[in-house]
């Protein structure tokens, strides 16, 4: 075989390869366009967590709560800055510089898993729209709604603010015990509302949704612990505490009420 039957011979495999990835390419975009139509209406009524019915005698004592869902809603303001930094810290590094979805995190995520473990690829803006529209079992994890909860997220970026979609998801998320909302939470465990809330109850409160039950401070606190100090560890390595408050916060017992 003479170099110019070579040369030739590497230009049609070069043009093979290429025509097979832009196939790829053009029938990934079909399939995303076609899950993508399918999508739920964003809805802010959907993405505002409803709260439940309450009965107060004349002295202003609650008497009943006649809703499914115990929830305390808040707004923005009266979310604290350490549970935003402590949420962001433990769920999405990125959440402030993102539009929706991650690509620097999915790709770390693929190569995490590829070497045996274990690590979701999901901005915290793909959480809330999992939570609002979506089943959060493992068994429903399918490409038709990853492509879905990917294309809803980006939809929902470009109409709330950072701070909306962080609140949406302060009052959305599943704390344990019928607590939902993360003010719910405050009230049910330390008796307080989120803004008086110290350094290490905020960090326990953020790192509670992934396993809520698991993470319940007087069912489980050890693994409560844990939980909380990785996620004051995160805050640490991302400049939001310094070595002082981490082993101040660390060294809190889990029920502490200060």
Do not use: C
Request: a positive charge.
């Amino acid at each position: 075989m003479n170099k110019q039957t070579v040369i030739q011979w590497l230009k049609y495999v070069a043009i093979a390869a290429i025509s097979f990835f832009l196939l790829l390419f053009v029938l990934g975009g079909l399939i995303f366009g076609y899950y993508a139509m399918k999508a739920p209406t964003l809805s802010e009524k959907d993405l505002v967590a409803t709260t439940s019915s309450k009965i107060y005698d004349n002295q202003n004592n609650l008497i009943a709560d006649l809703g499914a869902e115990k929830r305390i809603n808040v707004s923005t303001d009266q979310i604290p800055t350490d549970l935003v930094n402590a949420i962001v810290a433990i769920e999405d590094h990125r959440f402030f510089n993102h539009r929706g979805v991650d690509i620097i995190r999915i790709g770390g995520s693929f190569l995490h898993n590829l070497r045996g473990g274990s690590q979701g690829g999901s901005t915290l803006t793909q959480q809330l729209i999992k939570l609002t529209y979506f089943s959060t079992s493992a068994s429903d994890r399918t490409l038709s709604r990853k492509i879905q909860e990917a294309w809803l997220a980006t939809q929902l970026e470009k109409k709330a603010t950072k701070q909306e979609i962080l609140t949406y998801y302060v009052n959305k998320v599943f704390m344990a015990n019928g607590n939902y909302g993360m003010q719910t939470a405050a009230k049910s465990y330390y008796g307080k509302d989120l803004k008086d809330l110290s350094l290490p109850q905020v960090a326990l409160l953020a790192g509670m949704p992934q396993a809520p039950n698991q993470y319940d401070p007087y069912s489980h606190p050890e693994e409560a612990t844990e939980r909380r100090n990785l996620v004051l560890s995160e805050m640490q390595k991302q400049g939001y505490l310094t070595a002082e408050q981490y082993e101040t916060a660390i060294n809190t017992p889990i029920t502490s009420l200060r």
